[in-house]
């Protein structure tokens, strides 16, 4: 795979174990948000490693792991209502990033989607973040209206608006097979 150096990534299933590993990296992510206009998500209080372990035990988690280390997750949720396969957070730690492992962890939830039966992966993210909307269109998915949004895309906006966080700057992003 190009882009990573010496030594691809190691796709597997999450284990419970690596909860500690995936609140952590998601906790360092937040904080690049800091100094741009969505500077609440690095104030809000980091993800709690059960949400990640609960994950990995619905086998809804996907690590990615360089020199024996998890550098990136990804947690899918099936929506069977619209045939698709939902990406609830992929984090790649800072100190892994542009090694191609978000296209990795996609490219694993795309095998999921295939595996599955199911028609596409769908995401909600930031429209105006670089690592954000404008990386997952070079991923290949493309914008979805507001009417096609599925079910999980409408809960974590809708989810996010009763928490209080700003939404207008969210998109929902599809990429089919």
């Known amino acids: 795979m190009s882009g990573l150096g010496d030594i691809p990534p190691r796709l597997r299933p999450g284990r419970v174990e690596d909860a500690v590993a995936c609140a952590r990296i998601e906790a360092e992510c937040a904080l690049q948000f800091r100094d741009g206009p969505q500077a609440w998500v690095a104030e809000r209080a980091p993800p709690p490693p059960a949400e990640h372990a609960e994950a990995a035990t619905l086998r ?3 690590v990615a ?15 069977p209502a619209s045939a698709t396969l939902h990406l609830v957070e992929l984090d790649v730690a800072p100190r892994f990033q542009r090694r191609g492992l978000a296209r990795a962890l996609v490219g ?3 095998a999921q989607v295939a ?10 993210t930031f429209r105006n973040v670089a690592w954000n909307a404008p990386l ?3 991923l290949g998915f493309e914008e979805l209206p507001r009417e096609a949004w599925t079910a999980p895309c409408r809960r974590e906006t ?4 009763a928490r209080g966080l700003p939404t207008i700057d969210r998109v929902a992003m599809i990429r089919r097979l």
């Open 108 to 110: 694993r939830a795309m």
């Open 115 to 124: 595996e599955r039966g199911l028609s596409a992966l769908t995401l909600t």
């Open 65 to 79: 792991e360089l020199h024996g280390v998890v550098a990136g997750f990804a947690i899918l949720e099936p929506d």
């Open 60 to 62: 809804r988690l996907e």
């Open 136 to 138: 997952y269109r070079r």
């Open 158 to 161: 809708e989810g996010m608006a």
